[in-house]
């Protein structure tokens, strides 16, 4: 999955000029888009973290960081939880398949996704279009944080803020932390900052149940035919076979803790 720099910059409460000056010192090389749009992947969110680290942890000027940056020994430090989190999820989106009994090319005559790009997914491919894993997870009928591992979180009785996995979604305007998961990772329980005007405006459904609570602001939910407007305190609950999507009407952000049971 790939982020803007407005998107990068407010997961990790920067600003844009911060990255960019960061880019002019040569800590960080985000890829360009056809337009020269700047595009950050997991591996340079990890990069970022690990800059952040160094700087206010460690107190280490700006100047000095790359002397750690370009140091392999290092490297792991902000690499190694990259890999081993793809190959996780690879082997789930692989295990997926072969419980049904699918060939690659078979799945890929089903989805529109080519056989390459499903097989390059199920070996823990980074970079990922967010669009074509959200088509694989409704074909499966699952919701996609189920094939998104925390080895953070993992076996952890208490889960500090700073321990929360952030990511972004394909909708423009949210954000969401996972606050906690069972161990099988079939109930997820997430964090979404959505700001005012975003939405989901393709209503779908998956196999599950949810609950959402509106821990600030207000929501409005589309169930089917039914139309809820839900405002701060308010608990929606619902089978997630149901056709759903969701609309923020107002002017400032809403703050939603939802959790997802697969």
């Given at each position: 999955m790939l982020l803007n720099i407005?998107?990068?910059a407010k997961l990790l409460n920067l600003s844009p000029n911060t990255l960019r000056n960061w880019e002019k010192k040569g800590l960080l090389t985000p890829q360009r888009s056809d337009g020269n749009q700047r595009l950050y992947s997991k591996q340079d969110l990890y990069r970022i973290r690990y800059i952040l680290y160094l700087n206010r942890e460690r107190k280490i000027p700006?100047?000095?960081i790359h002397k750690f940056l370009d140091n392999?020994?290092?490297e792991p430090i902000?690499?190694?939880q990259e890999e081993n989190e793809n190959q996780l999820?690879?082997?789930k989106w692989k295990e997926e398949r072969l419980q049904r009994g699918l060939s690659l090319k078979e799945l890929s005559e089903n989805v529109g996704i080519s056989v390459s790009y499903l097989s390059k997914i199920e070996n823990g491919a980074r970079n990922v279009s967010m669009d074509v894993l959200t088509k694989l997870a409704d074909f499966y009928e699952k919701n996609i944080l189920y094939y998104y591992t925390s080895p953070q979180q993992e076996n952890k009785t208490l889960i500090k803020k700073n321990e929360r996995s952030s990511f972004y979604i394909d909708i423009p305007g949210v954000h969401v932390e996972k606050l906690?998961?069972?161990d099988d990772q079939q109930t997820n329980i997430m964090l979404y900052t959505v700001e005012k005007g975003a939405e989901r405006t393709i209503p779908h459904k998956h196999n599950g149940f949810e609950i959402v609570f509106v821990n600030r602001g207000e929501i409005t939910f589309f169930l089917d035919d039914e139309t809820f407007e839900l405002e701060q305190g308010d608990t929606l609950q619902f089978s997630s076979e149901r056709m759903h999507s969701w609309k923020n009407n107002l002017i400032r952000e809403t703050e939603l803790i939802w959790l997802h049971i697969s």
């Open positions: 407005s998107q990068i700006m100047n000095d392999p020994v290092n902000y690499m190694k999820t690879g082997i906690g998961q069972s």
